[in-house]
């Protein structure tokens, strides 16, 4: 029989907070201090947003690059089914999809993927970042 897990510190709920809040501002150097002290690239809130998503919606392309530099997975999806690139197509932030992109995200991931979103909105700059769709 395991045990269950007991409550979570409020310090650490606090620490993880103020992590969230870097990557939302693109406070690069400070959230990379976090990382390179053992915060995970992956860290997730309760509605299944990454640090890596957070980043790409608020449009910092160099804490995407920072956060992916620390092993952030582009592929993973929040509760909403959104991935990093879907977020950052829709807030048309081109140097962020080119980060993503570099680092092998897919477009067609998630619901909506980056490429419905970018259809939906008439967005042609970063359709064309997109690439052609796989036969």
Do not use: C
Request: aromatic letters at 4%; charged letters at 20%.
């Amino acid at each position: 029989m395991s045990e269950q897990p007991g409550p979570i510190d409020p310090e650490v709920i606090a620490l993880a907070g103020r992590v969230f809040d870097l990557a939302r501002a693109g406070a690069t150097e400070d959230l990379a201090g976090y990382l390179d002290a053992g915060v995970p690239a992956n860290l997730t809130n309760d509605k299944g947003d990454t640090l890596l998503i957070l980043a790409a919606y608020h449009g910092h392309p160099d804490t995407v690059a920072v956060l992916l530099a620390h092993g952030a997975d582009h592929s993973r999806i929040n509760d909403r089914g959104q991935t990093p690139l879907a977020a950052a197509v829709f807030k048309q932030s081109a140097d962020t999809v080119r980060h993503l992109m570099a680092a092998g995200a897919d477009p067609d991931a998630g619901q909506p993927s980056a490429r419905a979103t970018a259809a939906f909105f008439e967005l042609p700059e970063m359709t064309a970042l997109l690439g052609r769709p796989r036969p």
